[in-house]
């Protein structure tokens, strides 16, 4: 990631707006057309597209978990069935189901698209979200509120 530390040090929640650029697989913290910060990013992978247009953040959740994704666990604790998806598979017997940790959610779709901390291979991987690394989903986080702009397309 790489951060103006000059522009941060201006940036505010009031003056910052996002850009995600999906074919460059990066996101934008922007203050008008200056870049406060560039990070890489991972989007929907084929099949699980990362909507494009123009949001707003919805939410911010420090401790998010997947609705949908995550793990089948036993009592204690250990994973039983990883990788699943809790609208198409069934918990084995004693097991229970656990969201994936999506730290630093910003959401912005009703449906549950938002950005987040997540594993970044270098090309969309994820099933709709932005995924980010740990330290820019935090700085991003950290500096946008709800209803900040947030535009996501072919930049």
């Known amino acids: 990631m790489k951060v103006n530390q000059s522009l941060l040090r201006q940036a505010t929640p009031d003056n910052v707006h996002v850009v995600v650029s999906l074919p460059k697989q990066r996101a934008y913290l922007m203050i008008g057309e200056q870049i406060v910060a560039d990070s890489p990013i991972s989007s929907g992978k084929a099949g699980h597209g ?27 604790g250990r ?27 910003m959401r912005l779709t009703g449906e549950g698209v938002g950005m987040h901390v997540g594993i970044l291979p270098g090309y969309p991987a994820s099933h709709g979200c932005i995924r980010m690394s740990s330290d820019g989903a935090k700085l991003f986080y950290d500096t946008v509120r709800v209803g900040t702009p947030v535009k996501v397309g072919d930049y």
């Open 50 to 76: 990362t909507p494009s247009g123009n949001f707003s953040v919805m939410e911010k959740d420090p401790d998010h978990r997947s609705s949908i994704y995550g793990d089948f666990v036993d009592g204690s």
């Open 79 to 105: 994973v039983v069935r990883a990788g699943i998806s809790a609208k198409i598979d069934s918990a084995p017997s004693g097991t229970h189901y656990v969201g994936a940790s999506m730290r630093w959610f």
